[in-house]
């Protein structure tokens, strides 16, 4: 395909700021063993995901077509997903800095990267990869209220650039949502942050109560630091997805 047809060049048209930062994956570059660590990374996860993570992230996994045995196609991905809520997952080259990163979750775009770990770290790495990025967020992003909810978060930090303590407030937001997020269902804790989804020990230790777990509490979470290198003391449980979007809601009403 060439670039006039790339999906870079189509994403374009909606971005401006992270427009350097977009890549195309290179599907068929990955190797058997990368398969093979991709493969040994969800079968480890699944058992207890099925059983531990929310409806929606167990249905997502399905909807948006991840298979145990290949490293996911981010173009079919996104095929599947489109239709269905608008999101897509769109490679980039790495971290992006926060204006960018902010557009494209605006722009329903969530910057996916595309390396995945070796071997010698399966279980964590500081930087996100394709585990992190499409395990662990992706399947959410096929649900509508998640998928707007992270939409409008992105277009609420991409107006709050000038304000520093406000960005690093609804920071927190994100963490405690998107990446670390417990909610109640059927009467039981279950969880839905890629940072729990994607890791098995720090998710176990949750589920066998290593943290303390606060009902949701905006103005908590709003001033709750957090340290992103180490195993969270603190968690905060919501009832629903429509919780945290009305919560981002009344976040923007108060930082804005
Ligand atoms: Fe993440």
Redesign the pocket.
């Known amino acids: 395909m060439g670039i006039a047809e790339s999906g870079v060049n189509l994403a374009q048209g909606k971005l401006r700021v992270a427009v350097p930062f977009l890549i195309e994956q290179d599907w068929c570059a990955y190797t058997p063993e990368q398969h093979a660590v991709w493969k040994e990374l969800v079968c480890r996860r699944m058992p207890q995901l099925r059983e531990h993570a929310c409806r929606e992230y167990v249905e997502g996994f399905d909807i948006i077509g991840l298979r145990e045995d290949k490293l996911p196609d981010l173009k079919a991905v996104s095929e599947r997903l489109k239709p269905r809520t608008g999101w897509q997952s769109t490679p980039v080259s790495g971290f992006l800095p926060p204006d960018a990163f902010f557009e494209m979750l605006a722009a329903r775009m969530f910057p996916t990267t595309t390396w995945l770990r070796g071997r010698e770290s399966l279980e964590y790495t500081p930087e ?1 990869d394709i585990f ?2 499409v395990f ?2 992706v399947p959410m992003h096929a649900h509508p209220v998640f998928g707007n909810f992270l939409q409008h978060y992105g277009q609420i930090c991409a107006g709050l650039m000038h304000d520093p303590v406000a960005l690093e407030k609804m920071g927190r937001v994100f963490w405690f949502t ?2 670390f997020g417990v909610i109640r269902q059927d009467g039981r804790l279950k969880v839905y942050g ?2 729990l989804i994607s890791s098995h020990g720090e998710c176990t230790r949750v589920l066998e109560g290593g943290a303390e777990i606060r009902d949701f509490d905006l103005d908590q979470v709003m001033n709750q630091e957090f340290d992103t290198g180490a195993m969270q003391p603190v968690l905060y449980a919501v009832e629903s997805f429509e919780q945290v979007y009305e919560a981002t809601k009344v976040a923007a009403a108060r930082l804005g």
Do not use: K, N, R, T
């Open positions: 996100p992190h990025d662990g967020h998107v990446e890629s940072g």
